[in-house]
Nanobody, 130 residues
Framework: QVQLVESGGGLVQAGGSLRLSCAAS????????LGWFRQAAGKEREFVAA????????NFADSVKGRFSISRDNAKKTLYLQMNSLKPEDTAVYYC???????????????????????WGQGTQVTVSS
């Protein structure tokens, strides 16, 4: 069982930056694939970024490429999402997600689909003002 807790959200002006963190407990953090998703009001949850078990081959949604980066610190059991050049359309609740250890996960593959994840945090609100 993995528990995930996001932090770092808040209100920022367009063009600003935020860094989200996702602290994990339980399970073996270093052996699981991780991702970030977001859900804007009235919209479905969507993929933002993902990172493989090995920490390589990050994957990003087209809407955030070049602006967001994802990283993981296995020693701290923490996943990060660095968000730069924020836009009003980035406003959403951001969720981190972890893939269950019982699933086969290629070490270098970053998973982008919601059904490919088994554990979810409670979310952190990011609001970007224009």
């Amino acid at each position: 069982q993995v528990q995930l807790v996001e932090s770092g959200g808040g209100l920022v002006q367009a063009g600003g930056s935020l860094r989200l963190s996702c602290a994990a407990s339980g399970g073996t953090f270093g052996s699981i694939a991780l991702g970030w998703f977001r859900q804007a009001a009235g919209k479905e949850r969507e993929f933002v970024a993902a990172i493989s078990r090995s920490g390589g081959n990050p994957n990003f949604a087209d809407s955030v490429k070049g602006r967001f980066s994802i990283s993981r610190d296995n020693a701290k059991k923490t996943l990060y999402l660095q968000m730069n050049s924020l836009k009003p359309e980035d406003t959403a609740v951001y969720y981190c997600a972890a893939r269950g250890r019982w699933r086969y996960s290629t070490a270098t593959y970053s998973y982008t689909g919601i059904p490919e994840y088994d554990y979810w945090g409670q979310g952190t609100q990011v609001t970007v003002s224009s």
